[in-house]
């Protein structure tokens, strides 16, 4: 039995070059509502997500991330904060929510990549967010200018998983 979840995340790829094509906005808001539907400790959701598609606010972020940027060239971003008060699982709930919304991307097409981790402070005040916010990264979102063939270099399974008890190989 096929399970599109399990392709996606066997195939999704980082991805940093982009079509000059738009993402249409039902794709983007099914993206970003992957993330609003992610699982999150105690309920909190302590996430907040910027929907960037203005090509100046593009190369405002790619020139505020330093891993990203090639985000100037995407057809649009997310920015992904989390309240500092949630700390104890702000952190992990975005990075949560993030990997929901890079799956969900993939899934349609549309290909990503995570910039950034943390203490973004530039973007968060280029973008108006609260002080009570920590960036956690830019996800740029765009059509991948070439086709992608989707070959991992992975360790193998027994080398990762144990069973019961680590060192016990899995049967």
């Given amino acids: 039995m096929a399970n599109e979840v399990f392709e996606a995340a066997r195939t999704m790829l980082a991805v940093r070059e982009f079509a000059d ?13 992957a993330g609003r539907q992610t699982a999150s400790a105690r309920n ?64 349609d097409g549309v290909a990503s990549n995570w910039t950034g981790f943390g203490g973004i402070e530039g973007v968060r005040k280029a973008f108006g967010l609260p002080e009570e916010y920590d960036v956690l990264a830019v996800v740029p979102l765009g059509y991948p200018r070439r086709r992608i063939v989707g070959n991992k270099t992975r360790k193998p399974l027994n080398e990762v998983a144990s069973a019961e008890r680590f060192g016990k190989p899995l049967s």
């Fill in 21 to 33: 094509r738009p993402v249409p906005d039902d794709v983007l808001a099914r993206i970003l509502e």
């Fill in 44 to 107: 909190g959701q302590p996430w907040h997500f910027v929907l960037v598609r203005e090509r100046d606010g593009l190369r405002t972020l790619g020139s505020l991330v330093r891993t990203g940027a090639y985000t100037a060239n995407a057809a649009a971003a997310v920015i992904v904060a989390y309240e500092k008060a949630m700390a104890q699982y702000g952190m992990s709930d975005a990075s949560r929510a993030i990997q929901s919304m890079l799956l969900t991307a993939w899934g």
